[in-house]
């Protein structure tokens, strides 16, 4: 199924949410999940594994390992479920 960008980024911020508890509306694609989310390596994976099965597509690790902002794993989603 192919998602909009828009479609990817509310459904990764309700996900990116929910492991961290902030708030939908602070989780925007120019942010970074270190940066500006301060989200861990573990808890990125965790919010892999749930946009894995969320948008039913596949996130390598070595391309998991890449996703500096939100953005990145926006575009990542959105050509792997094209």
Do not use: C, W
């Not at 594994?49 to 926006?74: L, N, R, S, W």
Request: hydrophobic share 50%; net charge negative.
């Amino acid at each position: 199924m192919a998602y909009t960008e828009q479609d990817v980024l509310a459904g990764l911020a309700e996900i990116v949410a929910e492991e961290t508890g902030l708030p939908v509306d602070n989780i925007t694609a120019d942010k970074s999940f270190v940066d500006d989310l301060d989200i861990d390596s573990l808890s990125i994976m965790t919010i892999v594994t749930h946009a894995e099965d969320k948008f039913e597509v596949t996130i390598p690790d070595d391309a998991a390992k890449d996703f500096v902002t939100v953005g990145d794993a926006v575009n990542f989603i959105v050509s792997a479920a094209a």
